[in-house]
């Protein structure tokens, strides 16, 4: 299996921390996002989306990094992803909710109108109104996640067992560390992304980010 990424990639990085702890034989090739090789063939023609990432079975091509997470975890028969029904529709619940509400607003309207230059709106009042507007969302969904989807007795998104949706989100959620935000305001998701950075292998995934998190202070 190939998989095309890259590691500034907020969605890359939910699939490379889950090959990188389950110890998965993937094959990784760098799409250079800086110099626009995902808009130009070879590679768009494999991703018309033009974007990354991009799972390669074989013959089998899969986009959207939710559904090749759940592949993966599929394709090994990881607990992280439970075969009972109720319990797997509710870690599809957490992922779907990620990628509608939060990542909507704390991803693009917030955090990346203000640390690439591609997201950034064409006038300083379009660009207020669009980050007034992410803010007010944003913490609006941390809220939940803090007081309904974690609360005081779920250690993880789902209860108390790692499952994909963790995975899925901490790369969204721990962006809001890049703009500067300690997260403080929302103790349960604080405490919830430490355990996901106790990973073993977190600190190699995220290298990039945090560099360059570390380069806009």
Partial sequence: MKLYYH???TTSRPIMLFAAENGLDLEMQVVDLF???HVRPPYSKLNPNRLV???ED???VLTENSAILKYLADKIDSPAYPKDLRRRARVNERMDWTS???CSDLVYALVYPQIFDAH???SDEAQAATLERGRERAQAWLEVLDENVLGEGNSYLCGNE????????SSYVGLAEVIGSDLSAYPNVKRWLGRMK????????NKVIDGFAESLK
């Fill in 120 to 122: 950034k709106r064409r």
């Fill in 162 to 169: 790692i499952t994909i949706a963790d995975y899925h989100a």
């Fill in 100 to 102: 509608t509400q939060l």
């Fill in 198 to 205: 106790a990973l073993k292998t977190w600190p190699e995934v």
């Fill in 58 to 60: 074989g013959d089998f």
């Fill in 7 to 9: 590691p500034i990639s």
């Fill in 35 to 37: 110099k626009g090789e």
């Fill in 53 to 55: 990432p991009t799972l």
